[in-house]
């Protein structure tokens, strides 16, 4: 039997001190209300184990990915097996399992204190040949920034990938040691592209959001989607621009909500495409269901402290009961080439005025 998702990329032990009412100052202490929690996190764990909590069948979903020899990557493989995963672990000799620390203070964004570790040592010749063994319907890579050589071989693997019929998902990081290169080369074998607005800046100069999506569509990405957090996300795909709100959820933690969301988009890609079809086959109201699925999932993540506690189907199922037709009613799709006339004229007047 084929795997339906087969996930490779980062791996972190996440270590969270959530709903603080401070930093502490130097020499300072601070406690922690909610105590400090230890949870799976990294792209790929995220997703993998957010999949199963949205209904994927037990054993469809692997993860691969690098961890050190240690307690950590012995927590990491039992979480994964735990939860219905299958597990592609790559021992790393010599370097640890990721860790991040992550400070989340009360009505403010999270801070993230991360040792590479593992991650940076992962192989591609090891995430192909669990490629080739497993043909997925949908292949995700989770991190990429941060996993040195598979980095460098990124687009080999994603052009196999598409090459054996599997629809390619890309989810970066801001690259550690290198830069946005790698990522731009890949993009023509890439199927589904996340990123959040400050990426999307860094690799396509733009601070408009649909611009942004706009120039990865045209990069090469089947579909390009730019995640706005609580402004909701942009997408890009075949020749139409969609502006999907966010939900409404009272934030506990918005850590991994990125991962939710992209374990949502494909979610609902597995009930509307097989081998044979293309992202780009589904028609508009198809893609508002998909993006809808993912923001809903986005929004239930941020709702308990870590990463993939909240992702359950009766949760992203009761958003969509509630707020779902709401959210619809005020999506808006509009034509990409006219997306694209507004960028050119708007390049001619800036040019215009230099002059």
């Not at 990491?76 to 860790?99: C, E, Y």
């Not at 593992?118 to 669990?130: D, G």
């Not at 942009?234 to 959820?249: E, H, L, M, N, R």
């Amino acid at each position: 039997m084929l795997m339906l998702v087969t996930c490779a990329g980062i791996l972190v032990i996440d270590l969270i001190a959530a709903d603080l009412p401070r930093i502490s100052s130097p020499g300072e202490v601070t406690y922690t209300p909610r105590g400090i929690e230890m949870h799976i996190g990294g792209h790929c764990g995220n997703v993998s184990v957010d999949l199963r909590g949205l209904g994927v069948q037990e054993w469809m979903v692997s993860a691969t990915g690098a961890v050190g020899k240690d307690i950590f990557g012995d927590f990491i493989l039992d979480l994964l097996r735990n939860n219905g995963v299958v597990a592609h672990l790559q021992r790393i000799s010599g370097s640890g399992t990721s860790k991040d620390l992550i400070l989340v203070v009360k009505g403010e964004d999270r801070r993230f204190h991360t040792d590479i570790g593992a991650n940076w040592h992962l192989s591609p010749e090891y995430v192909l040949r669990v490629l080739e063994g497993e043909k997925p319907r949908i292949f995700y890579v989770g991190g990429v920034g941060l996993t040195g050589r598979l980095d460098e071989s990124l687009a080999d693997v994603l052009k196999r990938a598409r090459e054996i019929g599997s629809i390619t998902f890309v989810d970066p990081v801001r690259p550690y040691m290198h830069g946005w290169e790698f990522l731009i080369s890949s993009l023509k074998y890439t199927s589904i592209f996340h990123c959040n607005m400050d990426e999307a800046r860094k690799i396509t100069g733009f601070d408009d959001p649909a611009a942004a999506a706009s120039s990865l569509r045209m990069m090469g990405a089947d579909m390009a989607i730019v995640s706005l957090g609580e402004k909701g996300l942009v997408a890009a795909i075949g020749d139409s621009i969609f502006d999907i709100p966010a939900f409404k959820v009272p934030v506990i933690d918005p850590t991994g909500a990125g991962d939710a969301l992209c374990a949502g988009i494909i979610h609902g890609l597995l009930r509307l495409i097989n081998h044979e079809c293309s992202i780009l086959d589904l028609s508009r109201d198809d893609v508002i269901d998909v993006l809808l699925e993912g923001a809903a999932a986005g929004a239930s993540c941020v709702t308990m402290v870590g990463t993939t506690t909240a992702v359950t189907c009766e949760n992203v199922a009761r958003i969509l009961r509630e707020q779902g037709d709401d959210l619809r009613a005020k999506v808006r799709v509009k034509p990409l080439w006219a997306e694209m006339r507004r960028r050119r004229n708007r390049w001619e007047s800036q040019r215009r005025h230099i002059r």
